[in-house]
Every structure is written in C-alpha cells, then in structure tokens.
C-alpha cells in the first residue's frame, strides 16, 4: 500500500513539473521595457515567483491566460499573488534538490527589491468554453482566457494604469505591427527566465499561418524570425502601438516557426464585462498578518508556543510583502519538520503543499506526506545503492 502510495506521489509530481514546463512561454529577440512603458502588466506569481504575465483591467480584475492556473484540474488560489508597477520579476532557476532523489524542479531565489504592489487572489474564472482540441500539428486549447479577482484592489498610480480595450469584434490588419511584453527567456534554447521586463515589436501575420496551432476565430497570429514570445510570457499583453489598446493575451509560441498565438480581446469583450468590478471577496478586508499568525498558532490543540517560534523563523524565509497563506504556510513546515532533519524535510513539505494544497494548520496530512516522499527517497537510494554497488563489486 505505502509502495503504491509512493508511486502515485512521485508520479503526480512529474505531471505537475510537465504541467508547468507547457506553461512556461517567453520573448525571443527582445530589449529591455522602460518605466512605465507596460503600467498596466503585471506579473501573476505562484508562491512570489513569477509564473505569467496579466493585464490590470480595473482595481480588482486581472485577464490572463487560462492554462496559467489551470493545468489538468482548477487550483486554489491561495498561494496565487498578482504584482503591479514594476519591471522587476523573480528570479527563476531549475537545479536539482534534495527531494524525490533525481527529481529537477523549479527553486524559487528571489530579489528583495522587486518592489511594485502586490495583491492576494480572491477568485479565479476560466473561460466557459475553455477546452483542447486536435489540430493539425497536434492539441491545443480553445477559448483560454480568464479572469482573476484580487483580494485587495490595486489602484492607478505613476506606475500603474488600467488597460484599455478594443472595439467589441475589431481585428488587427495583416502586415500591422503589435508589441509584445514579459519576463520570459530571451533565446531560443534557455531556461531560464529574465528578471527585468522585455518587449518585442513583432508583424501580425495572416491567422492562417497558425492554423494548425490554433483556432482562426478568436486568436491573432504574430511573429518573425528572431522575434516571439516563448517561455514565461504566457498570459501577458499583446498591444497595439498605435491605440495602446490591448489586443491580444500571449498564449503559446512556436519557436521553430518563429510565430505565436495569442488569444484576440475583441473575440472576449463579452466575458470580460461580465467579470468586471468588484466582487463580495474584493470588498473584505483582510486581518493583519500578525492577527491571522496569532488565531493560527492559538488553535485548539496546537503547540503554541512552538508555533510562534517557527513564526519568527519564516520572518526570514518568506518575503514581507508575500500574501498572508504563504506565510502560514511555512509555519506550517517547520512545525510539521519538528525534529527532522530541517533541509530535506522542508523540500518534501514544501512539494506537499504545493501538489496536495492541505489545508493550513492540516498537520497530520502533510506528516503523512512527508514520511511516505522520505520512504520513496530512502527507497529509491537502498535499490541504487543494491544495483551499482553490486555492479562495482564485481568488476573489482
């Protein structure tokens, strides 16, 4: 049974890791955007790191792509965060941990001084219509847009402003030109994302050229040779320099073809009226951090004391500015890892969290877990250990 369960974990695992390498688009042949140049981008961040771009479209609304926040089944929002009014984006590496033995994924470092607003997530809607379907050149998705609610509002500042719509219907001219902004990678091949934000003045093309990538209605192709969006990019605008109006959201690049798709607004004015303003959530005023700490290590049954200990300690680990749950959350490994050997327990717990999204202070859930990922490791190295130590012995 705890061999099975092991299995479906570490198996689950390399579904999210694929998950989130779809995801991950950005701009080739780019240069560096200037001070409010983009005010209304913002980078949609998954535990503070950057995971999308977005466009503000209100104080409370935020389009994106739908394949941002919702991979084979719709995620809570809780460790979801949206940042206005900066250039700056975390910093995003693949190295090896030393959770799931050989297992890569994403670590997060993250630059202190990224500055801007940030705001928790209230509420997150996929478009109705949203689906995959069979093209030519193999599936793709359909309808991929949605619409994040913030928690608290962001407002227009020097740094910050609305975007602007097309005309409900409207469609760029072939052979026009369009920019395209995000932190994604900057060269065909990289991995890793840029940390300042980029733009790319790229030609729209016939919507034909994609066709085999996409659907024609609703959808903008765009690109040339040397210049697309590719990893990180995803959900982030597609602006007409002549209007500023906001045209397109970055959906997927081919970068063998040096062409993207992106979802056209004008095709979801509709969806988006519907979604705009302020929700019953955005209108709630959250506790302050220390309020929700002090009801979360107060609870029934809880150790308290030790409790604001590992309080004090995420002090350190988690940014200042990073929402509210994150910081539960973290207080919620330590005192899971009570005892544990701290740097590996913390990577098994954190992946816990981040796949199985137990609810906060669910202490026996997320022991459990944590146990059964160290058995598979423990596991993993016994059989290596069997194997090619056995096959070193015998060539002595």
Not at 72 to 89: C, E, F, H, N, Q
Request: charged share 20%; aromatic share 6%; proline share 5%.
């Amino acid at each position: 049974m705890v061999g099975k369960a092991s299995h479906l974990f570490v198996t689950a695992l390399c579904a999210v890791l694929a998950a989130a390498g779809t995801i991950d688009k950005r701009i080739i042949g780019a240069e560096n955007a200037t001070e409010n140049e983009f005010p209304s981008i913002v980078s949609i961040q998954n535990a503070g790191s950057h995971l999308c771009g977005g466009s503000l479209l209100d104080n409370t609304t935020v389009l994106t792509a739908a394949h941002c926040t919702h991979s084979d089944k719709p995620r809570g929002t809780r460790r979801y965060s949206v940042r206005a009014g900066t250039l700056i984006s975390s910093i995003r590496i693949s190295q090896r941990t030393p959770a799931f033995g050989s297992s890569t994924r994403t670590n997060n470092i993250q630059d202190p001084q990224t500055g801007g607003v940030v705001a928790a997530v209230a509420s997150i809607t996929i478009h109705p219509a949203y689906t995959r379907r069979r093209g030519k050149a193999g599936s793709y998705l359909v309808n991929d847009v949605a619409i994040i609610k913030l928690l608290t509002p962001i407002g227009e500042s020097e740094k910050i402003r609305f975007a602007t719509l097309p005309p409900d219907g409207w469609t760029p001219a072939a052979n026009s030109t369009a920019i395209a902004a995000g932190w994604g990678v900057q060269n065909v091949g990289q991995k890793v994302a840029a940390t300042t934000l980029a733009k790319v003045l790229i030609p729209i093309r016939p919507v034909q050229d994609c066709a085999a990538f996409s659907e024609t209605e609703g959808t903008i192709c765009a690109g040339a040779t040397g210049k697309d969006t590719a990893l990180g990019d995803s959900g982030g605008p597609l602006i007409d320099p002549n209007t500023g109006h906001l045209i397109g959201v970055t959906l997927t690049g081919i970068p063998s073809l040096f062409r993207g798709v992106y979802a056209k607004t004008s095709s979801y004015i509709p969806f988006i009226n519907e979604n705009l303003g302020w929700t019953e959530q955005s209108t709630q005023s959250p506790k302050p951090l220390g309020q929700q700490v002090e009801e979360h290590c107060g609870r029934c049954g809880n150790d308290k004391a030790a409790c604001l200990e590992a309080a004090a300690r995420c002090k350190a680990e988690v940014k200042p500015d990073a929402v509210v749950p994150l910081h539960l959350e973290c207080i919620d490994r330590l005192q899971a890892c009570n005892g544990s050997k701290i740097e590996s327990c913390m990577a098994y717990a954190k992946e816990c969290q981040y796949r199985h999204e137990f609810p906060l202070r669910d202490l026996g859930q997320l022991v459990e877990c944590i146990e059964l990922a160290d058995k598979e490791v423990r596991d993993l190295d016994e059989f290596e250990n069997e194997v090619f130590g056995g096959v070193s012995g015998k060539d002595a």
